[in-house]
């Protein structure tokens, strides 16, 4: 996880500086692992990480977000 004061992207899930699919099949085995709570993943910043942060990722890499 990311320490409270540590700066990150906002959809870069695994922090590789790069915001791909990479960070959507992070987010999703955290999700369906129920891992720990990363704040680069919760694209809707709503406090959950869940399906609509997936959503919202997939947009933004497509192009949309």
Do not use: M, Q, R, T
Not at 2 to 14: I, M, Q, R, V
Not at 26 to 38: K, M, P, Q
Not at 40 to 49: P, S
């Amino acid at each position: 996880g990311y320490p409270e004061d540590s700066e990150f992207e906002l959809g870069d899930f695994n922090a590789d500086g790069s915001i791909n699919v990479l960070d959507v099949v992070a987010l999703v085995e955290n999700i369906l692992s129920a891992g720990e709570y990363n704040p680069a993943g919760d694209i809707e910043e709503d406090g959950v990480l869940n399906i609509l942060n997936i959503v919202a990722l997939v947009n933004i890499i497509l192009g949309g977000g």
